[in-house]
C-alpha cells in the first residue's frame, strides 16, 4: 500500500475501501454507491483503476495498491495533486481523489493522452458539481509535467 | 419589484442611476459609494473619510424563506449584522494578535471559506494565510439561518467585511488614544497599526474584551476597490490542497475515539407500516451492539462499518412491510398534478400598453422530479455526554437542524450542539438533516458513544427530498412590429421549502413511533419565491400576468433545489422568448435586447453574443444549432447570459461549446465565480438532459446511477468559456444558482434551431431531424 507493507485483520469478503477507511484511516477514496458505478472509491491495483468498493481484501494479497495519499502530501504534492490545484480542480471535492487516481492509471499506461482518451477513461467517473472541464484541465497539465516513471507522483 | 425596500445611496455613478430607474433594489446604503469617499485606504492618513448615505428600510437579510428568517428588525446594519450585531460575534483577536473570523455559513464545496477569508483580510489589513475562520457551529458562531439562495456573500460576505472594517477603525482609534494622536495619521499594515514617527502597535497590544464587544453601525469605512488586495483578485481555495491530498476534509472522513458505525434499515416505500421485525439472528451477528427501533425507525449499530452494513442488510431481509400505492402514475403526472387542488396568487398584473396584437402563441412545459443526487450519501456523527449531545453534520443550517432535533428528541437547544462538518455537494436539501437526526436519535439509545451515521446510496435516492416536479402554462401576444403586447404566465408547483425546523420535517420524526407530522406547506413569498421563483419576466412587457398555482398536497417528499423554481421558469420564460423570436422573424438576441431595459442585462447579453460571434454563428440546421438564454437570478441577484452550440444526432443531443456571461456585483474570487457558474452550467445540461425520479405507485424506482443517470464525460462539452463583468463597489449578489436556468434555456434553444423541433417536457429527448 504505497509503497509500505500492511498487514489488516479483516474478513475476507470485506472490501477493499473499508479497509483503507478503517483500518488503515485513509480518507482519500470514498464511499458512494457501494455497487461500481460512481467512482468515488477508485484507487490503482498493479496499476490498474479499481473500484476499491467492490473488490474484496481477500483477492489482495500481494498486490501493489496506491491510493491518493501514494501521490504526494500537503506539504510535498505530487505532479498530479499539483495539477489539480493549479487547476482549481474541485468544488465539494467529493470525487476527485477517485478522479485522480483513474487519471494516475491512464497517465502510467499513456503519459500523453489526447483529450478524447482522458475523457473515455475517465466515463466511469461521477461529477455531480459539474467540474468536468477543470478535471480534464488538470489531467492534462499533469500529463505535461510529470516524467515517465511515476506520472501522478512526487518525483 | 414589490415587497423590498429601496435602500439608495447617495452619489451614485451612472449607472446605479438608471438601476434605480428601472426598479433595482440591489442597491443597500452601506456599501462602497464611488465618489463620496474622499480619501481612504488601509494606511488612513490625511483627510480621513466622508461617507454620504442613507438607508430607508431595513436591511435585507433573506435567507432562502424569509418566514422562516427568524430574528427582529434592528437598525439598517449591513448583511447579517442585522441579525448578529456584535463586532466580537464576527471577529476575535487574541493578545498575540491571532484573528479569527466567525461565519454562520457552511462551506459546501462553492468557496464561501475562502472568499469570506478575502474579504476580512482586505478590510482588517491582515495577509490572508494569518486567518483563521470558523463556520457554522451552534456553540461559537452567530445564527445565519441555512447557506442558501445565493446569499452568503449578500448576508455574511457583507457582515463580515463591514465587520472587519469597523474592527480595523476601533483598534486604530484605540491606538491613537494611546499614543496620543489622531486615528487617521496611523496606518494598519499586517496586523500592525503604525504611526508616522515609527511607533508601531499590534493588534494583539491593542484588543481587549471590551474593545470589540460593541455593536456595529451602519455605516463602515470600506477600502475602496482600488485598494483591494485580495477582492478581486484569484484567490486558491484554502480547502482544495487537503481535498487533492487525502486530508480530513469531509464529516465522512471523521473518526472518533469509540466511534460506533450505524445504518439505518428503511421502509421500501413512503407510507410502509412495519408489521414485523426479527431480531434474533441479527443480534447474534460478529460486531453488532445493538438494534434500534422506534416505530418504523430502524437502525443497527455495530463496532465497525462494514459489520453494520451487512447487519443492516440481513435486518433489511428479516423486516416485513405492509406498503400502500400511495404515488401517482408517473406517466400521467401532469395530469395528476394539475389536478391537485391549488392556492393561487397572482404575483404580477400589469394593465399597461395599447398596442395591437397581431399574433398570440402559446406553449405548456414540465420538468419532473429531479433529485439532488450528492456522489456521497449523506452522513452524520451524533454522540451523548452527560445529557449533552454533540452532532457533526453537513446539514446547510446548524440552528434549524438542531431546533428539529431538540423537538426530536424533546432535549432542550442549550443541550445541543450542531457543528458543520463539510460533505458532499449538497445543491438544495438533501439527506443532510435527516441523517443528522438519524444519529442524534441512534445515540440516544447509547449515550457516551460517537455514532457514525452513512446513508447506502439507494436510501439517498429513495428518500431525498426531491425538486419538485412543475408545469407552466404561458400565452402571449405580438403586435406587428414583433414587440410583445401581453403576457399571461402559470405555473404549477408544490412547495421548495420543506426544511427541518420542525421535527416533523425529519425523517426519524416521521418514522419513529411519535409520528410527528410535516406542517403545513407554504409557499416562499415573493420577491425572491419558490414555484414561482424567476416566474416575472424581466423583460419590459406592458400587459402582463403571472399566477403561481400553489399545490400544496405532495405526492413525493420535496424540498429545495438549487435555484428552486428558478430553473423551470427561466427554462420556460427564455424557451418561449425565443418561440415569439422566431414567430417575429427577429434575432433572439435583438428580440430580448428590444424588450430589455435594465443595462446590465443588456451588458451580460451583448458581452455574450460578442464572445460567442452570436452574428457569425451557422444556420441552425443538418443537426447542428445555437440557442441563447439570458436571467437575472431571482431578478435581484446576479446576471447570467448563456450562448452555446449543440449537435443532435442519433446518439442524442450534445453541447460543443458555451460561453457564458455573469455580473454578479462586486467580485471576491473571480475563479471562484467561473467555478460556480460553470458547474452550475455543467449541472443544468445534466438536469435539463438526462435526469428523472423514476417510481411506480408504490416506491421510488430510481434507486441507483443506471436508473438515475447523470451527466458522465462523454457528454461534456468541448469548451465552457466563462466571463465575469468586474463591477468593483457594487454590491455583492451571489453567483451559486444564476447560471442554471439560462443553461436550460440556451440548451433547449439550440436544441430547437438544430432540429427545427420545440420541445417543452424536460428532460430533452432529440431525434435527429
Known amino acids: 500500500m504505497n509503497g509500505k507493507l500492511h498487514r489488516v485483520e479483516a474478513d475476507a469478503d470485506t472490501p477493499l475501501l473499508y479497509v483503507l477507511r478503517e483500518d488503515l484511516q485513509l480518507n482519500a477514496a470514498k464511499f458512494g454507491c457501494g455497487v461500481a458505478q460512481c467512482g468515488a472509491c477508485t484507487v490503482v491495483v498493479d496499476g490498474v483503476a479499481t473500484f476499491s468498493c467492490v473488490t474484496p481484501i481477500g483477492r489482495l494479497a500481494g498486490k501493489e495498491i496506491t491510493t491518493v495519499e501514494g501521490l504526494g502530501s500537503i506539504d510535498a504534492p505530487g505532479s498530479l495533486q499539483r495539477a489539480f490545484i493549479e487547476e482549481q480542480a474541485a468544488q465539494c471535492g467529493y470525487c476527485i481523489a477517485g478522479m485522480m487516481m483513474r487519471a494516475h492509471a491512464l497517465l502510467l499506461k499513456n503519459p500523453h493522452p489526447s483529450d478524447a482518451e482522458i475523457r473515455s477513461e475517465l466515463e466511469p467517473n461521477l461529477c455531480r458539481c459539474g467540474t468536468h472541464m477543470r478535471i480534464l484541465r488538470a489531467v492534462q497539465r499533469a500529463a505535461q509535467s510529470s516524467s515517465g516513471a511515476n506520472p501522478g507522483g512526487s518525483k | ?769
Not at chain 2, 469597523?166 to 496586523?191: C, I, K
Not at chain 2, 439509545?445 to 426531491?466: D, K, S, T, Y
Not at chain 2, 443532435?648 to 471576491?668: L, N, W
Request: glycine share 10%; aromatic share 6%; hydrophobic share 40%.
Open chain 2, 1 to 769: 419589484m414589490t415587497g423590498r425596500s429601496d435602500e439608495w445611496v447617495q452619489g451614485r455613478s451612472d449607472d446605479s442611476a438608471s438601476e434605480r430607474a428601472h426598479g433595482s433594489a440591489s442597491e443597500r446604503a452601506h456599501d462602497w459609494v464611488p465618489g463620496a469617499i474622499i480619501s481612504r485606504r488601509c494606511a488612513l492618513q490625511g483627510t480621513g473619510a466622508l461617507i454620504l448615505s442613507f438607508a430607508t428600510g431595513p436591511a435585507a437579510v433573506a435567507q432562502e424563506s424569509p418566514a422562516q428568517r427568524g430574528g427582529g428588525r434592528g437598525p439598517s446594519l449591513p448583511g447579517s449584522l442585522a441579525r448578529a450585531p456584535y463586532l466580537d460575534g464576527w471577529i476575535r483577536i487574541d493578545a498575540q494578535g491571532q484573528v479569527t473570523a466567525f461565519t454562520g455559513k457552511a462551506e459546501l464545496g462553492q468557496g464561501i471559506k475562502t472568499a469570506l477569508l478575502q474579504v476580512t483580510a482586505d478590510e482588517l489589513c491582515v495577509p490572508l494565510e494569518r486567518l483563521q475562520l470558523v463556520t457554522a457551529d451552534t456553540a461559537r458562531t452567530v445564527n445565519e439561518g441555512y447557506t442558501a439562495g445565493s446569499h452568503s456573500m449578500q448576508d455574511s460576505g457583507t457582515a463580515l467585511r463591514n465587520a472587519a472594517a469597523q474592527v480595523r477603525e476601533l483598534l486604530l482609534a484605540e491606538a491613537a488614544r494611546r499614543l496620543g494622536t489622531e486615528p487617521q495619521r496611523l496606518s494598519a499594515e499586517a496586523g500592525v497599526v503604525s504611526s508616522p514617527d515609527g511607533r508601531k502597535l499590534s493588534y494583539g497590544e491593542l484588543v481587549s474584551d471590551s474593545l470589540l464587544h460593541v455593536q456595529a453601525q451602519p455605516t463602515s469605512k470600506l477600502t475602496p476597490p482600488d485598494r483591494h488586495r485580495f477582492i478581486d483578485k484569484p484567490q486558491p481555495r484554502v480547502d482544495i490542497p487537503g481535498k487533492v491530498t487525502g486530508g480530513q476534509a469531509y464529516v465522512q472522513d471523521m473518526r472518533l475515539a469509540g466511534m460506533l458505525h450505524a445504518r439505518v434499515v428503511r421502509p421500501p416505500s413512503y407510507a410502509a407500516q412495519l408489521t414485523r421485525l426479527d431480531t434474533s439472528e441479527v443480534e447474534r451477528m460478529s460486531g453488532v451492539v445493538k438494534i434500534v427501533r422506534d416505530g418504523n425507525f430502524v437502525a443497527v449499530v455495530a463496532e465497525r462499518e462494514f459489520a453494520a452494513i451487512k447487519a443492516m442488510r440481513a435486518l433489511q431481509a428479516q423486516a416485513s412491510w405492509h406498503e400502500s400505492a400511495v404515488l401517482p402514475e408517473r406517466t400521467d403526472l401532469t395530469r395528476t398534478l394539475l389536478g391537485l387542488p391549488s392556492q393561487d396568487y397572482t404575483i404580477l398584473d400589469s394593465q399597461g400598453g395599447t398596442g395591437t396584437s397581431a399574433s398570440s402563441h402559446e406553449a405548456t412545459y414540465t420538468r419532473p422530479y429531479v433529485a439532488h443526487a450528492s456522489v456521497g450519501p449523506s452522513c452524520a456523527i451524533a454522540q451523548f455526554h452527560d445529557g449533552n449531545l454533540t452532532v457533526w453534520t453537513h446539514t446547510q443550517g446548524v440552528y434549524p437542524d438542531r431546533q428539529a432535533i431538540s423537538e426530536l428528541l424533546s432535549l432542550a437547544p442549550e443541550k445541543i450542539r450542531c457543528i458543520h462538518v463539510e460533505g458532499s455537494g449538497c445543491y438544495g436539501h438533501n439527506g443532510a438533516d435527516d441523517a443528522a437526526a438519524d444519529a442524534a436519535l441512534i445515540a440516544s439509545h447509547l449515550p457516551g458513544r460517537p455514532i457514525r451515521v452513512q446513508w447506502m446510496r439507494e436510501q439517498e435516492f429513495a428518500w431525498e427530498p426531491f425538486g419538485p416536479a412543475m408545469i407552466a402554462k404561458v400565452r402571449a401576444s405580438l403586435d406587428s412590429s414583433g414587440r410583445i403586447t401581453a403576457w399571461d404566465y402559470g405555473v404549477w408547483s408544490n412547495t421548495h421549502a420543506t426544511r427541518p425546523g420542525p421535527a416533523g420535517d425529519l425523517l426519524a420524526g416521521q418514522l419513529c413511533a411519535r409520528a410527528l407530522q410535516s406542517p403545513a406547506p407554504r409557499p416562499l413569498p415573493q420577491p425572491e419565491g419558490g414555484g414561482d421563483r424567476n416566474a416575472i419576466p424581466l423583460y419590459v412587457l406592458p400587459r402582463a400576468r403571472v399566477v403561481h398555482h400553489f399545490i400544496p398536497s405532495m405526492p413525493l417528499r420535496v424540498s429545495a433545489l438549487r435555484s428552486l423554481g428558478g430553473y423551470m421558469n427561466v427554462f420556460c420564460i427564455e424557451s418561449f422568448m425565443d418561440e415569439l423570436a422566431l414567430a417575429a422573424r427577429i434575432d433572439p438576441v435583438e428580440f430580448r435586447l428590444q424588450h430589455l431595459e435594465d443595462s446590465r442585462a443588456r451588458d451580460v447579453i451583448t458581452a455574450t453574443a460578442h464572445r460567442f460571434g452570436w452574428a457569425q454563428r451557422r444556420p441552425g440546421g443538418h443537426g447542428t444549432g445555437c440557442g441563447f438564454a439570458f436571467a437575472r437570478y431571482k431578478n435581484l441577484a446576479a446576471y447570467c447570459a448563456v450562448a452555446l452550440e449543440v449537435e443532435v444526432a442519433s446518439g442524442g443531443i450534445r453541447v460543443r461549446r458555451v460561453v457564458a456571461t455573469v455580473d454578479t456585483g462586486q467580485v471576491v474570487n473571480p475563479d471562484g465565480v467561473r467555478n460556480q457558474i460553470e458547474g452550475g452550467i455543467l449541472q443544468s445540461f445534466s438536469w435539463t438532459l438526462f435526469e428523472s425520479v423514476g417510481f411506480d405507485t408504490r416506491r421510488i424506482l430510481s434507486l441507483d446511477w443506471a436508473r438515475y443517470p447523470i451527466m458522465r464525460f462523454s457528454a461534456v462539452p468541448d469548451s465552457v468559456d466563462v466571463q465575469v463583468i468586474d463591477r468593483p463597489g457594487e454590491v455583492f449578489l451571489g453567483c451559486g444558482e444564476a447560471s442554471q436556468g439560462p443553461a436550460a434555456g440556451a440548451l433547449g434553444n439550440a436544441v430547437a434551431d438544430a432540429t427545427g423541433k420545440r420541445l417543452r417536457d424536460l428532460p430533452l429527448k432529440a431525434q435527429p431531424a
